[in-house]
């Protein structure tokens, strides 16, 4: 039974989404854990949306120690075919400015410490993550973004480091030199996991800061962030507010089939145990 269709995602200083109606929560398990917080279920309009708090209510969860699997998998358990996540980011580019927001089409993954795939120890799969972010979907935000009133820029780069410090004067002038447009912590492994889960996933990229690399600004800080927090908070909130009104459909969407030609292992000789727990978003796939 599908709870919900529209997963939100909320970064730092979105911990909440306003006026659903019909509201649940939803305590879950999975079998990769708890995820982060409880998931909180209603309607949005029409449309019916989850949203969980990647770094639970109160913030207290860092980048590196997200439980992304869990997260992911609760919201397929509950029907989720679409998620939109929302990240605080640093600026790499001079017209990207604080306060504006990035819907980025491309990431480099610079996590090292993070497990970044579903599959593993003897179940073997290789998905297809040349284009990481839905085109459609990430089409549909930008055009909410726009109505918004936002200052929105389509497409880019977004570097995901490890955190949780910020990046050294020498690595963002790198990050620049690789002709990056913004960089984070938590994209990653956020949208390998979805892809993987068969859903469609796209990021609101809310800027916050220059990083370190603006020789006129100050060096990226909490307090810098903090400031910048509650106009992309609201941003955020009205971005949401008008997306679910155009939801794109999935009929011609090939991120619900990432898996069809992207699972390796002969099921003779898989792990029956990786099978059963893995079973939500490989049941179509392999036949046991």
């Not at 949005?44 to 997200?66: S, V």
């Not at 410490?113 to 179940?123: A, E, M, N, Q, V």
């Not at 977004?158 to 984070?184: D, N």
């Not at 992207?262 to 099978?275: G, H, L, Y």
Request: proline fraction near 5%.
């Amino acid at each position: 039974m599908q709870t919900a269709r529209l997963g939100i995602i909320g970064g730092t200083g979105l911990y909440s989404v306003e006026g659903m109606s019909n509201i649940q929560t939803l305590d879950l398990t999975t079998p990769f854990g708890k995820p982060s917080d409880a998931i909180t279920t209603g309607e949005l309009g029409e449309t019916k949306i989850a949203f969980l708090p990647r770094h639970g209510k109160g913030h207290h969860i860092a980048p590196g120690e997200i439980p992304s699997l869990a997260n992911i998998c609760a919201l397929k358990m509950i029907g989720v075919e679409q998620i939109l996540a929302f990240n605080a980011v640093g600026s790499l580019r001079e017209e990207i400015c604080p306060g504006d927001i990035v819907i980025p089409d491309q990431f480099i993954d610079k996590t090292t410490r993070r497990r970044s795939s579903f599959f593993g120890d003897g179940l073997v799969a290789h998905i297809s993550f040349a284009d990481p972010v839905c085109k459609s979907l990430a089409q549909a935000v930008f055009d909410a973004a726009i109505k918004t009133g936002a200052n929105a820029h389509f497409g880019g780069t977004y570097i995901v480091m490890e955190g949780p410090a910020f990046s050294t004067r020498a690595e963002s002038i790198l990050h620049r030199s690789w002709g990056a447009h913004v960089i984070g912590m938590t994209a990653l492994p956020e949208a390998k996991l979805a892809r993987e889960a068969g859903i469609c996933y796209a990021t609101v990229a809310c800027v916050t800061d220059y990083d370190a690399w603006h020789e006129s600004e100050e060096p990226v800080s909490v307090d810098m962030i903090l400031r910048t927090l509650h106009s992309n908070t609201e941003a955020s909130k009205q971005i949401i507010r008008q997306v679910v009104t155009k939801l794109p459909s999935r009929n011609r969407c090939s991120c619900a089939s990432a898996l069809s030609n992207a699972i390796v292992t002969d099921p003779e000789v898989a792990n029956s145990k990786r099978i059963e727990e893995l079973k939500l978003i490989t049941s179509k796939y392999l036949e046991i």
